[in-house]
């Protein structure tokens, strides 16, 4: 759940002025009811307002909810009127918004893509993508699988874990360290400091700092002793991006990638473990892991909103009249469930990448596909060392700690047949045997035409049907 001190802080803050109608006893995206059951809240929302509800932020900042899938992509898709630049922000121009406020971190311009539009964004953008284009997604995989056998090796001879803590938490980090250029035990305290800078607690500050500390000393390495890497890739791209945009970039990208692949591994496992419509689908062999994620990216997206646009103009919103310098908060979960485009929730929703988990537009996630390499890698991993994995708890016994912009599980507690590691012997994604003296081909390396690695063929349903057949 968000830090106490989170609400404490945001009590003391400025209230905006009187004369805003529509906000007028407005319900707060934050707090314990917002905590408690956002998708609950989302549908009062919906059911009070329509697709565009009003909303009060931390320190009861007014502004609009996003609800509805059609209107989502109508702000993501017009940049004329709903800007990604924070600094059109009435409140915060008028000194409603202080440097101690808790949506600073996420609200404060920066010299990112997420931050512009037009040719500053393409440039930005453009050398993000050009660089992410450059990974091998063999490689990735490889790696992956690696650091997944990893930290199963760490638990596997107690018979039971959280695979949360153990597994999801660890893994995309651990493998972002590697595509990043940085060593690898700097993944553990990456992870705590991520975590806790997203809650916005009281050493958010500070966790943040860290971060930044880090991938500046990591920019630095990189200038002297450049790899093949991301972070080299964008300080030699052509767009010329200062250390200091690189550094930014590097930022958006880890915590991204952080966040959104810890929690689309969580609830994959989760419905692996508990949801009886996906056993069924995979009793008659017609869902695969990779329909897996997508069901899970539509019914639980890794952010649940995004606050990050701001009307450029007045303008007209699903029934509401949006003020120029108003902020708009993107509700994606709501959006993936909005009756308009999903009359049967309970419907399966095989090979459909249409809903927003990544939001949409020119600002959609650009490595949303590595996020999937890593989720589904390491989750196939997981179940072919431990094929016989129960859930330790009851299902509703499963909590989650939410924030205004994620929901995530608390734990996901399991059991199993208790083993020895045998990492040697159960490495599922070995590169073809290299030649005497040739290097060893790096996750991040470009690809290049050598025989497919052994996961890619691999049948993930192969494992999980001989589990399921052993329940």
Same mark, same amino acid.
């Given at each position: 759940?968000?830090?106490?001190?989170?609400?404490?802080?945001?009590?003391?803050?400025?209230?905006?002025?009187?004369?805003?109608?529509?906000?007028? &006893?407005?319900?707060? *995206?934050?707090?314990?009811? !917002? #905590?408690?059951? /956002?998708?609950?809240?989302?549908?009062? @929302?919906?059911?009070?307002?329509?697709?565009?509800?009003?909303?009060?932020?931390?320190?009861?900042?007014?502004?609009?909810?996003?609800?509805?899938?059609?209107?989502?992509?109508?702000?993501?898709?017009?940049?004329?009127?709903?800007?990604?630049?924070?600094?059109?922000?009435?409140?915060?121009?008028?000194?409603?918004?202080?440097?101690?406020?808790?949506?600073?971190?996420?609200?404060?311009?920066?010299?990112?893509?997420?931050?512009?539009?037009?040719?500053?964004?393409?440039?930005?953008?453009?050398?993000?993508?050009?660089?992410?284009?450059?990974?091998?997604?063999?490689?990735?995989?490889?790696?992956?699988?690696?650091?997944?056998?990893?930290?199963?090796?760490?638990?596997?001879?107690? &018979?039971?874990?959280? *695979?949360?803590?153990?597994? !999801? #938490?660890?893994? /995309?980090?651990?493998?972002?360290?590697? @595509?990043?250029?940085?060593?690898?035990?700097?993944?553990?305290?990456?992870?705590?400091?991520?975590?806790?800078?997203?809650?916005?607690?009281?050493?958010?500050?500070?966790?943040?700092?860290?971060?930044?500390?880090?991938?500046?000393?990591?920019?630095?390495?990189?200038?002297?002793?450049?790899?093949?890497?991301?972070?080299?890739?964008?300080?030699?791209?052509?767009?010329?991006?200062?250390?200091?945009?690189?550094?930014?970039?590097?930022?958006?990208?880890?915590?991204?990638?952080?966040?959104?692949?810890?929690?689309?591994?969580?609830?994959?496992?989760?419905?692996?473990?508990?949801?009886?419509?996906?056993?069924?689908?995979l009793a008659g062999g017609h869902m695969t892991l990779p329909d897996a994620v997508e069901q899970v990216l539509w019914d639980e997206p890794p952010f649940i909103t995004i606050l990050g646009r701001w009307a450029a103009q007045d303008t007209e919103l699903g029934g509401q009249q949006i003020k120029a310098g108003d902020a708009l908060v993107l509700g994606l979960a709501a959006a993936n469930v909005d009756k308009a485009i999903r009359p049967d929730l309970?419907?399966?929703?095989?090979?459909?990448?249409?809903?927003?988990?990544?939001?949409?537009?020119?600002?959609?996630?650009?490595?949303?596909?590595?996020?999937?390499?890593?989720?589904?890698?390491?989750?196939?991993?997981?179940?072919?060392?431990?094929?016989?994995?129960?859930?330790?708890?009851?299902?509703?016994?499963?909590?989650?700690?939410?924030?205004?912009?994620?929901?995530?599980?608390?734990?996901?507690?399991?059991?199993?047949?208790?083993?020895?590691?045998?990492?040697?012997?159960?490495?599922?994604?070995?590169?073809?045997?290299?030649?005497?003296?040739?290097?060893?081909?790096?996750?991040?390396?470009?690809?290049?035409?050598?025989?497919?690695?052994?996961?890619?063929?691999?049948?993930?349903?192969?494992?999980?049907?001989?589990?399921?057949?052993?329940?």
């Amino acid at each position: 759940m968000t830090d106490t001190s989170e609400h404490s802080r945001a009590e003391a803050l400025p209230t905006p002025p009187p004369g805003c109608p529509a906000h007028a &006893g407005a319900t707060r *995206l934050y707090g314990p009811e !917002a #905590e408690k059951d /956002p998708y609950g809240l989302y549908e009062r @929302l919906r059911a009070e307002h329509g697709p565009v509800a009003p909303i009060l932020l931390h320190g009861d900042l007014p502004a609009w909810l996003v609800l509805g899938y059609r209107e989502t992509l109508d702000v993501t898709r017009t940049p004329s009127r709903f800007s990604r630049d924070s600094r059109l922000w009435a409140d915060m121009r008028e000194g409603r918004v202080p440097p101690d406020h808790p949506l600073t971190p996420v609200t404060t311009w920066q010299p990112i893509c997420t931050f512009a539009d037009g040719e500053q964004h393409e440039r930005w953008r453009g050398a993000v993508n050009d660089s992410i284009a450059r990974f091998d997604k063999r490689g990735i995989r490889r790696h992956v699988a690696e650091c997944a056998n990893q930290l199963v090796d760490r638990f596997c001879t107690t &018979g039971h874990a959280d *695979l949360v803590s153990q597994f !999801a #938490e660890h893994l /995309p980090m651990m493998a972002m360290t590697q @595509l990043l250029g940085m060593p690898e035990e700097y993944s553990p305290q990456l992870v705590n400091a991520a975590r806790d800078m997203l809650r916005g607690t009281e050493t958010a500050v500070a966790s943040n700092e860290f971060l930044q500390e880090t991938l500046r000393k990591l920019v630095a390495r990189k200038h002297a002793q450049p790899g093949a890497d991301f972070t080299t890739w964008l300080l030699e791209h052509p767009s010329g991006l200062s250390d200091d945009e690189v550094q930014q970039h590097l930022r958006l990208v880890l915590i991204a990638a952080f966040e959104s692949t810890a929690n689309v591994i969580a609830n994959t496992l989760k419905m692996v473990l508990t949801d009886v419509r996906f056993r069924a689908s995979l009793a008659g062999g017609h869902m695969t892991l990779p329909d897996a994620v997508e069901q899970v990216l539509w019914d639980e997206p890794p952010f649940i909103t995004i606050l990050g646009r701001w009307a450029a103009q007045d303008t007209e919103l699903g029934g509401q009249q949006i003020k120029a310098g108003d902020a708009l908060v993107l509700g994606l979960a709501a959006a993936n469930v909005d009756k308009a485009i999903r009359p049967d929730l309970d419907a399966p929703i095989h090979g459909n990448r249409s809903h927003l988990a990544f939001s949409g537009g020119a600002h959609e996630c650009p490595g949303q596909d590595v996020g999937r390499a890593i989720a589904g890698t390491g989750i196939d991993a997981l179940l072919l060392r431990l094929p016989d994995l129960n859930l330790a708890c009851e299902e509703y016994e499963l909590t989650y700690r939410s924030t205004m912009m994620t929901r995530h599980l608390s734990e996901l507690p399991v059991k199993f047949k208790a083993h020895q590691p045998h990492l040697s012997e159960l490495t599922i994604c070995e590169s073809t045997p290299a030649q005497p003296g040739a290097p060893a081909q790096s996750a991040a390396s470009p690809a290049t035409p050598d025989r497919e690695p052994v996961a890619t063929r691999s049948s993930w349903w192969r494992s999980v049907r001989k589990w399921l057949r052993r329940r």
